[in-house]
């Protein structure tokens, strides 16, 4: 069984960068970022397979955050530059198989993670 622990988060002034990590134990295939804003559903952020080769990311953020997974395959990262106040959420890290690759819904992964918060001062 999969576990995922998130670490990385904190409060950050706009237009700052903060890097979030989630480190796996157990296979993963797919690993996905959500974040979810108080009073908000949870919303997709951005998604990475297995080898890190290949990556996407909502309309929302693409040009500010990258993901990437490290060369053990074991830890996935969430780098976010020029923060908004809007991006202030607790961000999940989540794990799925094959068949979750570009699903942006969150009943596709199996496995979640704690959550980390992040709040972004205006």
């Known amino acids: 069984q999969v576990q995922l622990?998130?670490?990385g988060g904190g409060l950050m002034q706009a237009g700052g960068s903060l890097?979030?990590?989630?480190t796996?134990?157990?296979r993963t295939f797919?690993?996905?970022?959500?974040?979810?804003s108080s009073g908000e559903e949870r919303e997709f952020v951005a998604a990475i397979n297995w080898s890190g080769r290949s990556t996407y990311a909502a309309d929302s953020v693409k040009?500010?955050?990258t993901i990437s997974?490290?060369?053990a395959k074991t830890t996935v990262y969430l780098q976010m530059h020029s923060l908004k106040p809007e991006g202030t959420a607790v961000y999940?890290?989540?794990?799925g198989g094959i068949t979750?690759?570009?699903?942006?819904a969150p009943a596709a992964y199996n496995f979640w993670g704690q959550g980390t918060q992040v709040t972004v001062s205006s």
């Open 5 to 7: 622990v998130e670490s």
């Open 19 to 22: 890097r979030l990590d989630c």
């Open 24 to 26: 796996a134990s157990g």
């Open 30 to 36: 797919t690993m996905v970022w959500f974040r979810q």
């Open 63 to 65: 040009e500010r955050f």
């Open 69 to 71: 997974r490290d060369n």
């Open 92 to 95: 999940y890290c989540a794990a």
């Open 100 to 104: 979750s690759w570009s699903s942006p």
